[in-house]
Each structure stands twice: as C-alpha cells, then as structure tokens.
C-alpha cells in the first residue's frame, strides 16, 4: 500500500521539475502526507494545472464521505472492475506529485515496526498514478478527492513491503491522462517502477504521527 508520502520541492522547483502548470491553490512543500490530506495532483494534459484534492476517494454514488478512509489506494490489478474505481479508471485519472514515500517494516523482535523512506533518483520528483472523484453532498456542496494506485513491489521495496505505489516513468505522465482510451494500454501502465532507479533508507519515527510534518523527519532515529 502506500499510506504516507512526501512532496518537500518548493514550487518553482516542482513546476520546472515535471513541466507543469500554474497552481490552482495554495501549496506548501509537504514532510508527512497522510490520508485525508489534500494532496497535489494534475489532471489536465492541456493546462497541467496543480490543484489539490483530499486524499481518499469518495465513489459519487457514497452517501457521506467516511468511506474514502478505506480508498486511499487501489490495486492496479483490479482497478478496472471495481465497483468504487472502475468510472473513474475510464476516464478520470490523474497525476498525484511526490518526491518519495514511506513504508514500514519490523527489523527488531519486540520493537515497533520502523519507518523507511523511498525516492527515485536521489529525490527527483515522481507521479503516483491516481484516479479522482467529485462526491457531491446533499446541500450541493462538492468535495474533490483522489486515490493512489498500487502495483506488486518490486525488488528493492519487497524487503519491507509486498506492495508500492505506480509511479509513472515521463515516457507515460501524459499518456495516463485524458478520456477514455484503450483499457489494456492502461492496465500495463500500472507495474513496478525500476529498483535499480530508488533508493531507500531509514528515518524518524515522528513520521508515525500524522501530526508531524517538519524536515526531521528525513532523519534517522540516534541509538
């Protein structure tokens, strides 16, 4: 799975990074994201303007929004034919920006499970791929909101964790986006990213709070 990410780039950075848009809303380089945050996404080849959605989908058909606690994540391999992803596989997919992820793994019996930190290429922005929805309420009020999709791990990941978010290599950023096209095409996006490309290592164990969210994060726990 993949519950905790980062996107620490300042904007400038971030835009030049992955040839994006303007900002639709106010952003601040993020240490912690955690479910039910908003995140940064891109939806529109055209514009490719970053807007922020609360992470966690609401399916349009939900009757409140409590039920995007468990649709953080979806798996690529059954994304196409689930009930609460199958629409928005078609045509409402996105790209939700990062620059590296958590996952938690326990490497000393009797201890609480330790945090590890994820990046590509030394901390080079990456996207996730992800799927969006708009959960309209009963009042008319409309809450946008998202999902990562998540694929088998691959060789380096698998040490901690049996699952990984899809990160898109350039070569299919934009392709992902836009309406419907060839559902086959789509699934054989959603594999493992290259282990020779990430790299790992262990941080701080203030990363298990979602309260958290500050750059000491990134560094490891002292002895």
């Known amino acids: 799975m993949c519950g905790r990410f980062t996107l620490t780039l300042d904007p400038g950075e971030l835009q ?3 040839e994006l848009g303007p900002f639709l809303q106010l952003y601040q380089p993020r240490y ?50 689930k009930p609460s992803f199958r629409s928005a596989f078609k045509s409402r997919r996105c790209l939700i920006l990062a620059d590296g992820f ?18 590509v290429d ?20 409309e809450l946008p909101t998202c999902t990562i999709i998540t694929c088998a791990a691959n060789e380096l990941v698998a040490r901690y964790h ?3 978010p899809v990160i898109l290599p350039p070569e299919l950023r934009w392709a992902w986006l836009g309406q419907e096209k060839d559902q086959a095409a789509l699934r054989g996006m ?24 500050n ?9």
Request: no cysteine; hydrophobic share 35%.
């Open 16 to 18: 030049e990074a992955l």
């Open 32 to 81: 912690n994201i955690a479910p039910t945050q908003p995140v940064a996404l891109v939806r529109d080849p055209e514009t490719r303007a970053i807007e922020l959605f609360r992470w966690g989908l609401v399916p349009s058909w939900a009757k409140d929004i409590s039920i995007g606690n468990q649709m953080i994540n979806a798996r690529g391999e059954s994304v196409h034919e």
């Open 102 to 119: 958590f996952e938690w793994s326990q490497t000393t019996p009797g201890q609480g499970k330790t945090p590890f930190y994820f990046q």
């Open 122 to 141: 030394g901390g080079q922005a990456i996207t996730f791929a992800g799927l969006y929805e708009t959960w309209r309420s009963p009042e008319g009020d």
């Open 162 to 164: 049996q699952r990984m």
């Open 190 to 213: 959603l594999i493992p990213y290259d282990s020779d490309r990430m790299q790992v290592r262990e941080v701080s164990r203030l990363v298990n709070s979602p309260g958290n969210d």
């Open 215 to 223: 750059p000491e994060i990134l560094i490891k726990n002292q002895p």
